[in-house]
C-alpha cells in the first residue's frame, strides 16, 4: 500500500509550546522518512529526516520519533515560534528509491 | 546556488489553450517530478521522470503531458486546459535514490 496518513490537518499552538504531527504508513519496504516545511508562497523545503534504524532524530528545536513496529513516525517541534507557522508535510521514499510518497499535510500557526 | 527554477509563477489563461510550465534544475539530478497541491488534498504527484527520455504517470496524470529530453529540463504541457486544473502547481528534483527533493517556488495556474 503506497499510502502515508498524516494528522492533523491543521493545529493551532501558543507560543513555547510543543506541536506534534504524527504520521503512519502500511508499507514496510519504505526506509527513508522526511519532514518538509513549506511557507506560504513558497516550495516545501527539507526540514529532518530520519531512517528507521533510529528511533529519535533530533535538530535544534525538531525531532522526530520514530516506532517501527507500529509503522508511525511523528514530528515534534520544541518551544515553538510564530516563525514556525507553516504547513509541515511528511514522506516516505520506499527501498528502491523510485517512490516518494507524500502524506497531506498539517497546517500549523503558532500564535504569540 | 543549487535550485530548481519554474516559470512562470503566476498563470490566467482560458479554458483549451495549450499552455507549457517550464521546469528547469541545475543539480544534476536524475529523478524530476510534478506536483499539484491543493486545499486539503496535499501534494499529488502528477507524472515524474527517473532519467533522459524516461517518464512515468503519478496519480493524477489525465490531462498533463510531459517530456525530458535533457537531464535539466522537465517541462509540464497542458493541451487543452480545463477549470478543474486550476491549482498550485510544483517541480521538484531529487539525486537517484535519495529522498532529498529540491522544489521549485510553485506555479499558480488559473483556468476560467
Known amino acids: 500500500q503506497q499510502q502515508v496518513k498524516q494528522s492533523p490537518q491543521s493545529l493551532i499552538v501558543q507560543k513555547g509550546g510543543i506541536p506534534i504531527i504524527n504520521c503512519a504508513y502500511e508499507?514496510?519496504?519504505?526506509?527513508?522518512f522526511p519532514w518538509y516545511q513549506q511557507f506560504p508562497g513558497k516550495g516545501p523545503a527539507l526540514l529532518i529526516a530520519?531512517?528507521?534504524?533510529?528511533s529519535e532524530k533530533k535538530e535544534g528545536r525538531f525531532t522526530i520519533s520514530f516506532n517501527k513496529s507500529a509503522k508511525q513516525f511523528s514530528l515534534h517541534i520544541m518551544d515553538s515560534q510564530p516563525g514556525d507557522s507553516a504547513t509541515y508535510f511528511c514522506?516516505?521514499?520506499?527501498?528502491?528509491?523510485?517512490?516518494?510518497?507524500f502524506g497531506k499535510g498539517t497546517t500549523l500557526s503558532v500564535s504569540s | 546556488e543549487a535550485q530548481v527554477t519554474q516559470n512562470p509563477r503566476y498563470l490566467i489563461t482560458v479554458t483549451g489553450k495549450k499552455l507549457t510550465v517550464t521546469c528547469s534544475q541545475n543539480?544534476?539530478?536524475?529523478?524530476m517530478s510534478w506536483y499539484r497541491q491543493d486545499p486539503g488534498l496535499g501534494l499529488r504527484q502528477i507524472y515524474y521522470?527517473?532519467?533522459?527520455?524516461?517518464?512515468d504517470k503519478g496519480d493524477v496524470p489525465e490531462g498533463y503531458k510531459v517530456s525530458r529530453k535533457e537531464k535539466r529540463n522537465f517541462p509540464l504541457i497542458l493541451e487543452s486546459p480545463s477549470p478543474n486544473q486550476t491549482s498550485l502547481y510544483f517541480c521538484?528534483?531529487?539525486?537517484?535514490?535519495?529522498?532529498?527533493?529540491?522544489f521549485g517556488q510553485g506555479t499558480r495556474l488559473t483556468v476560467v
Open positions: 521538484a528534483s531529487r539525486p537517484r535514490g535519495r529522498g532529498e527533493a529540491f
Open positions: 508499507n514496510t519496504a519504505f526506509d527513508y
Open positions: 530520519i531512517r528507521p534504524d533510529v
Open positions: 514522506a516516505a521514499l520506499n527501498q528502491a528509491g523510485t517512490a516518494l510518497i
Open positions: 543539480m544534476n539530478h536524475e529523478y
Open positions: 521522470s527517473m532519467n533522459v527520455e524516461v517518464t
